[in-house]
């Protein structure tokens, strides 16, 4: 069983150290919390040189295992001032805290552990709940309002409504346009192009954009956008519009970020965003008239943004 929890916890980004008598640590270092397991026989009457190899680590619960049971006597034999205990009788599955603790965290990671689910020190964002994502909203309203005046203006499939709204066109920018890097994120060419690229803007970017924060979504939304343009504008000749690129920036910070968190990674995520890549990468391949050199350059900036971003998120 004790080894079964060490792997799981391995598993969940927790980093383990073996320790003196047979004692192990487990650490989350974003947190600064660290989990201290050991049997009750080889419990020292002083703990604090095992905690010293980790000086940054700011709460300890300490896990004592009694496989033969425990007696009141072990709890008031072993105090040791600042450091929470738990005994695990782990022949009745009786966990007692001492001192006494109402904290229901470690009672539900020992029962995951000896089940084999990941556990992860950081709470879990509640997907759906929370503040608005009111730039998701926005930029579908940005695109939707385009999308109108281009169709007043004479078709978003007229060639040169989409030059005059700020489709990317290699000779204008090289001209000196360069901001149609950032206005063909913005411009789509018809009904379909629209219809698809606003509901996975619908889909990705509530979730994405509470799982960042508001503007660090913002911040990558627009750089894979433009990360996509100039791709397209080195790998491909033909006029180009769309919000593909972004879109697919937002898959790519999402898949880093489940990549660093492996209870989300575990749950389902991780490869259902793999899944979506494949296919639309394998379609783009197979139909005619569809920038992937666009989708890839914003996949990669998103990638690159999600990483640069996470070092400066709060854990929590």
Not at 177 to 202: D, K
Not at 286 to 312: E, V, Y
Request: proline fraction near 5%.
């Amino acid at each position: 069983m004790f080894a079964q929890m060490i792997k799981t916890l391995q598993q969940s980004g927790w980093r383990v150290s073996a320790l003196e008598e047979n004692w192990v640590s487990a650490v989350y270092d974003s947190q600064k919390r660290g989990l201290l397991f050991g049997n009750l026989s080889q419990l020292p009457p002083d703990i604090q040189p095992l905690l010293s190899h980790e000086p940054g680590i700011s709460q300890w619960d300490v896990i004592v295992f009694c496989p033969e049971g425990i007696d009141s006597s072990d709890l008031k034999n072993n105090y040791f001032p600042g450091i929470q205990l738990w005994y695990w009788d782990t022949q009745r599955g009786n966990l007692f805290p001492f001192p006494p603790a109402k904290d229901s965290l470690i009672p539900i990671w020992l029962k995951d552990l000896t089940q084999g689910k990941p556990i992860q020190a950081e709470p879990r964002k509640e997907v759906g709940k929370g503040s608005i994502p009111f730039l998701t909203y926005g930029l579908i309203g940005i695109n939707l309002v385009v999308f109108f005046l281009m169709t007043l203006a004479g078709g978003s499939q007229n060639r040169e409504v989409l030059i005059a709204f700020g489709a990317k066109v290699n000779s204008l920018i090289l001209a000196g346009e360069v901001w149609r890097f950032f206005t063909s994120m913005f411009i789509h060419i018809g009904y379909l192009h629209l219809g698809f690229n606003l509901y996975a803007l619908w889909v990705l970017g509530p979730f994405t954009e509470k799982l960042f924060g508001h503007w660090r979504f913002l911040v990558i939304y627009l750089l894979s956008g433009l990360g996509g343009s100039i791709a397209s504008f080195f790998f491909t000749s033909g006029l180009s519009a769309g919000a593909s690129g972004a879109i697919f920036g937002l898959l790519g910070a999402l898949l880093y970020y489940s990549l660093k968190r492996p209870w989300l990674w575990k749950s389902g995520l991780g490869m259902n965003l793999v899944l979506v890549l494949v296919i639309n990468f394998g379609f783009g391949l197979t139909q005619p008239g569809i920038d992937n050199f666009a989708h890839l350059g914003g996949l990669l900036t998103g990638l690159l943004s999600s990483i640069l971003l996470n070092h400066s998120m709060n854990p929590n």
